[in-house]
């Protein structure tokens, strides 16, 4: 799998859009970027993917570049509830069966 | 609709001492899944299940052994405690491949003294 780079932390107000990177520069053509959250001490909670095109869904926005070579999550209203670790995974949907691992992710803080 | 539940949440052992974790899954999910999460390291895959009776080695499987004798169920067993194996441990499930469809548990905190 690509190796995918993330910032550790950041903040974002609450009510303000928070936009974490994540830069995946030597992606495969067929491999997808997945975006998953670990709120404090749960386990990790799937949010959106995309190949090449933007995508939405009720949780966040994707922004993939058209190089492929990095993309932005996009939560457009963060609340208290959105502080979690975010991890960004770059992986093929095909080929058989490919280990996944969770690096250690962006650190949002939604402050007051 | 209880998802993936892990048993137990929390337990100490003593170094030595052998125990199971289970994980079961009502979702008729093929493929199951041990990750352990230490501070700092994020979560690092253990061994793995693409089906009933299958198992493989993760990234870091020594030191540990896995069944999975029933489709819903799939054990991870300690046979000699460390305290290198202090960690949380997190299960998971699919349908397939795709990991949109993971499903992940709550978590067993174990603390090995």
């Known amino acids: ?112 | 609709n209880a998802g993936v539940t892990q048993t137990p949440k929390f337990r100490v052992l003593k170094t030595g001492q052998s125990m199971t974790l289970l994980c079961a899954q009502d979702m008729n999910h093929e493929y199951m899944y041990w990750y352990r999460q230490d501070p700092g390291m994020g979560l690092r895959l253990i061994h793995y299940s693409v089906g009933e009776g299958t198992t493989a080695k993760g990234e870091v499987p020594d030191g540990y052994n896995v069944s999975r004798l029933k489709k819903q169920n799939f054990l991870l067993g300690l046979e000699s405690a460390a305290p290198s194996q202090t960690s949380v441990y997190f299960c998971a499930s699919s349908y397939g491949q795709a990991i949109y469809g993971y499903t992940f548990g709550s978590g067993t905190r174990l603390t090995v003294v």
């Open chain 1, 1 to 112: 799998d690509a190796k995918t780079t993330q910032p550790p932390s950041m903040d974002c107000a609450e009510g303000r859009a928070a936009n974490l990177p994540c830069n995946h520069s030597t992606i495969s053509g067929n491999e997808y970027v997945y975006w998953y959250r670990q709120i404090h001490s749960q386990g990790p909670q799937y949010i959106i993917h995309g190949l090449k095109n933007n995508e939405t869904n009720e949780m966040a926005s994707l922004i993939i570049t058209e190089d492929r070579k990095s993309s932005t999550l996009i939560l457009p209203h963060a609340t208290l509830r959105d502080t979690a670790v975010y991890y960004c995974i770059v992986r093929a949907n095909s080929g058989g069966y490919q280990k996944v691992t969770f690096g250690t992710g962006t650190k949002l803080q939604v402050i007051p």
